[in-house]
């Protein structure tokens, strides 16, 4: 139901904006967001954005990370600019019933992930 796209290997200080395709039906009933898994280390909340483009997002990205939403395409998106080497990751697209969550557990459905891979 959730398709993430738009991950790759960039140097640090290059931008990436990530893709999250989903159903309308899905889009339109839950509230969407971004985690990431870096290497060694457990999935961590990124950003999440209700109907209303309400957002939260986490302090260590806050500033350059960017979540925004396309209605009309059922896309959520996350525009990462001045990458460094610690954003290396997996980032998953997830959905969720409860607003602005930042835990793991409230989110219901996860996308296959797509990695980035920052490069100093």
């Known amino acids: 139901q959730l398709k993430e796209s738009g991950g790759g290997l960039v140097q640090a200080g290059a931008s990436l904006n990530l893709s999250c395709t989903s159903s309308e039906d899905t889009f339109n009933r839950y509230i969407l967001g971004w985690f990431r898994q870096r290497p060694g280390k457990e999935r961590e909340f990124v950003a999440t954005m209700t109907w209303s483009s309400g957002t939260a997002v986490a302090g260590s990205v806050r500033g350059r990370f960017t979540i925004s939403r396309d209605n009309t395409k059922n896309t959520l998106y996350l525009q990462m600019n001045n990458l460094e080497p610690e954003d290396t990751a997996v980032y998953y697209c997830?959905?969720?019933?409860?607003?602005?969550?930042?835990?793991?557990?409230?989110?219901?459905?996860w996308g296959q992930g797509t990695q980035v891979t920052v490069s100093s």
């Open positions: 997830a959905a969720s019933t409860t607003f602005l969550a930042r835990e793991e557990h409230t989110y219901e459905y």
